[in-house]
């Protein structure tokens, strides 16, 4: 895979956090190429079909997944065959520094090695995910405490360095259907949408973005996204308006304009379709399942 541009992205995490926890049910992967420099651990189930694309690693996942990725490694998920019944997401992010006054000590030796195998991403086996995936849901459900849950975290990480059957991803593991130029030009079309979702964007701009023709570009997006021009926007304009929805107090007709949507009762309709509630019964509910500790 060559190399292009991706998003820069601005966590959450702040420099008094010790760690991020995010718990999504999902019903689809609209974000880009993606790097930022905070470790993150991330957990899938029922998300089978789905491509993980991980530094230069392009996979299609089973049923149960979780990967260590070192920070400033690019990543994303793409929908693919991905059929989204109780899809859930569990991802925890932290910074790199958490454990440098601690890491060359002798109980944290397996974790540092663990560390830096994640350096190109880190696959865990089925085994040791069904043996931590209940503190995983744990830690995403407890009411946050920075003690417990610090504690917890830390056992889960000295758990997973123990997998003798993890392994690292490399461009050997590369699902061979996914030809180099078809992820470059997914890269640099999920790139534009990210970054001019909030404009009037048409399946003609985005067909000379790549020099094809619509129909070109519309059978392309189905292949690998299994979604239309207009859904794929539509899922990234409604994925941005939900992080809006949680970490921000603007009205919910601000963040129908924010998102790039010019008719607040069309926001609330295609908010509703894709999410099953309407953005305020969202704000209501999932704004707690946020937190930082």
């Keep these: 895979m060559s190399q292009i541009d991706v998003l820069n992205e601005v966590t959450s995490l702040s420099n008094e956090d010790c760690f991020l926890v995010m718990r999504r049910a999902k019903q ?4 880009p190429f993606h790097v930022h420099p905070e470790f993150e651990l991330n957990y899938l189930e029922n998300a089978s079909g789905c491509i993980r694309m991980v530094g230069d690693s392009v996979e299609e996942i089973g049923d149960l997944d979780l990967v260590l990725i070192a920070g400033g490694t690019k990543h994303a998920y793409l929908n693919h065959k991905c059929k989204f019944e109780g899809t859930l997401e569990i991802t925890i992010q932290y910074h790199r520094s958490l454990f ?9 030796k397996t974790i540092k090695s ?8 880190l696959i865990f086996s089925r085994q040791m995910i069904n043996r931590v995936r209940p503190e995983l849901k744990m830690l995403s459900n407890d009411v946050p405490d920075s ?3 610090f ?8 758990i997973l360095s123990l997998d003798d059957a993890a392994r690292r991803l490399n461009t050997s593991d590369n699902m061979k259907s996914l030809m180099d130029r078809d992820s470059d030009r997914l890269e640099v079309i999920m790139l534009f949408l990210h970054e001019n979702y909030q404009r009037q964007i048409t399946l003609a701009d985005v067909a000379q973005l790549i020099n094809t ?9 189905k292949k690998w996204t299994g979604k239309t021009f207009i859904d794929n926007l539509n899922d990234i304009r409604i994925s941005e308006a939900a992080c809006k929805l949680i970490d921000t107090g603007d009205t919910i007709s601000e963040i129908s304009f924010k998102s790039g949507f010019n008719n607040l009762s069309n926001f609330n309709r295609i908010f509703k379709k894709r999410k099953g509630i309407t953005p305020t019964e969202y704000r209501e509910r999932y704004a707690r399942t ?3 500790v």
């Design 28 to 31: 689809s992967f609209a974000y």
């Design 100 to 108: 440098d006054s601690v890491i060359n000590k002798r109980h944290f």
């Design 114 to 121: 663990m560390f830096e195998n994640a350096s190109h991403g």
């Design 147 to 149: 003690f417990r849950n």
């Design 151 to 158: 504690l917890r975290l830390i056992e889960i990480l000295k």
């Design 213 to 221: 023709s619509e129909s070109s570009l519309t059978r392309f997006l």
């Design 290 to 292: 946020r937190f930082r």
